[in-house]
T-cell receptor
C-alpha cells in the first residue's frame, strides 16, 4: 500500500516549456487535489476532483490544467511554464466520508528558469 | 488575504516539556479545523482535528483547543519528543467541504534533546 505517489520528485524547466506532474493513489479515494506550497504562503489549492470525471478550480488555477484519468490518477499540466510557477507541488486524496482528512504525496519540487 | 494565520514561524522546546503551537483564523464560517505535520521531503500528514461544536480534542500526547469567540486554536504536545520536530500546519474548512480547506503558513517546531 503505497498511499499517494507523485512523479517526478524534482524537475527543472525553462520558461515556456510544458510538463505534466503525475499523481496516483491506491486507497480507493474518490477525491483528489493539487496544491502548491510557496515560502510564507502555506499550501494553496490549485485544482481538485471531487470524483472521477469531475474537476474544479481551487484558489490558484491560472496557468494549470488537470485531468482525472481514472479513479486512481490525477495529473497536473503546465502548458507554458513561468518562473512564478517555481514551487513544491503536492497531490492529495481523501475519502468522501472525511474529505478534510487528506493524504498527501511526497511532493514534486519544480524549478522554472 | 490569509484566512488562517500562524504567526510564529518557529518554536524551540526542550524534550519533555510542553509545546504550544498557535493558529488564528478570520473566517467565522470555518467549522472544522485540522493540524498536519510535515517532515522535510515528505508530504503533510494528518495529526488531529476538531469540530466547531467542541472546544477540545485529545489524541495521546496531542490536544487541540478551540476558542471560537477568539477565532483561535492551539495544539499542545505533552511531553515533547525529538521526533516531534517538524513543520506543523493549521488548516480550516467551512461547511465540511474539503474544497474550502485553507492552510496556515506553518510553524517549525524543534524539540531539543
Amino acid at each position: 500500500n503505497a498511499g499517494v505517489t507523485q512523479t517526478p520528485k524534482f524537475q527543472v524547466l525553462k520558461t515556456g516549456q510544458s510538463m505534466t506532474l503525475q499523481c496516483a493513489q491506491d486507497m480507493n479515494h474518490n477525491s483528489m487535489y493539487w496544491y502548491r506550497q510557496d515560502p510564507g504562503m502555506g499550501l494553496r489549492l490549485i485544482y481538485y476532483s471531487a470524483s472521477e470525471g469531475t474537476t474544479d478550480k481551487g484558489e490558484v488555477p491560472n496557468g494549470y490544467n488537470v485531468s482525472r484519468l481514472n479513479k486512481r490518477e490525477f495529473s497536473l499540466r503546465l502548458e507554458s511554464a513561468a518562473p512564478s510557477q517555481t514551487s513544491v507541488y503536492f497531490c492529495a486524496s481523501s475519502d468522501l466520508a472525511a474529505q478534510e482528512t487528506q493524504y498527501f504525496g511526497p511532493g514534486t519540487r519544480l524549478l522554472v528558469l | 488575504d490569509q484566512q488562517v494565520k500562524q504567526n510564529s514561524p518557529s518554536l524551540s522546546v526542550q524534550e519533555g516539556r510542553i509545546s504550544i503551537l498557535n493558529c488564528d483564523y478570520t473566517n467565522s464560517m470555518f467549522d472544522y479545523f485540522l493540524w498536519y505535520k510535515k517532515y522535510p521531503a515528505e508530504g503533510p500528514t494528518f495529526l488531529i482535528s476538531i469540530s466547531s461544536i467542541k472546544d477540545k480534542n485529545e489524541d495521546g500526547r496531542f490536544t487541540v483547543f478551540l476558542n471560537k469567540s477568539a477565532k483561535h486554536l492551539s495544539l499542545h504536545i505533552v511531553p515533547s519528543q525529538p521526533g516531534d520536530s517538524a513543520v506543523y500546519f493549521c488548516a480550516a474548512s467551512a461547511h465540511s467541504g474539503a474544497n474550502n480547506l485553507f492552510f496556515g503558513t506553518g510553524t517549525r517546531l524543534t524539540v531539543i534533546p
